[in-house]
């Protein structure tokens, strides 16, 4: 594999994380992602909540979990509540209520920070694959496995492909900040 091929994979899973953590920030909006980390005792095993029921949106602050087994619908209930998500299900019917709570203005800007933070810490993680990346070639072009001006060369390709993920970062952070903040 090359040098480049390398780095755009390894950028591309640190903005997949990113990606990942962001979608678990809740912003007010019910979405399918919220409940993803969401894990469930049942059957004598850690499950997903994936795992045990179906999860839709009822609506633009619920979300309707429908367990496929109700005898697991208390875990499931229990679990959701044990999260972090800062959530109280209520069962009923067929399945457990998740209604999320509106955010206050003080939460939402506690959230931009948080998100701010996320955002710095997946920046310095492209830089420092970068940063790899620089010394790897430069230890070839020291060991004469690169002539000088691929080395350049590469070298400024590799600029290239941090920019491009720092500024796809950028805006992912842009996004989630302003999806938080218009709720």
Do not use: F
């Not at 633009?60 to 109280?88: C, F, H, Y």
């Not at 920019?163 to 842009?174: Q, R």
């Amino acid at each position: 594999m090359s040098v480049e091929d390398d780095i755009k994979k390894r950028m591309q899973k640190t903005l997949d994380a990113l990606r990942t953590d962001l979608a678990k920030m809740r912003s007010g909006r019910a979405h399918l992602g919220l409940l993803d980390a969401v894990v469930v005792s049942c059957y004598g095993a850690e499950m997903p909540l994936a795992q045990t029921a179906t999860v839709t949106v009822a609506d633009a602050r619920t979300l309707m979990v429908s367990p496929w087994d109700q005898s697991n619908a208390a875990a499931i209930e229990k679990a959701i509540r044990d999260s972090d998500l800062g959530v109280n299900p209520a069962s009923g019917g067929s399945g457990i209520r998740v209604t999320l709570p509106l955010l206050s203005e003080e939460r939402r800007h506690d959230m931009v920070k948080i998100i701010s933070r996320e955002g710095e810490t997946a920046r310095i993680a492209v830089r420092n694959i970068r940063r790899d990346a620089l010394a790897d070639i430069k230890s070839q072009v020291k060991e004469s496995a690169l002539s000088e001006d691929e080395g350049r060369r590469l070298e400024q390709l590799m600029q290239k492909i941090t920019d491009a993920s720092i500024s796809e970062a950028d805006a992912m952070i842009e996004e989630k900040k302003q999806e938080l903040m218009t709720v």
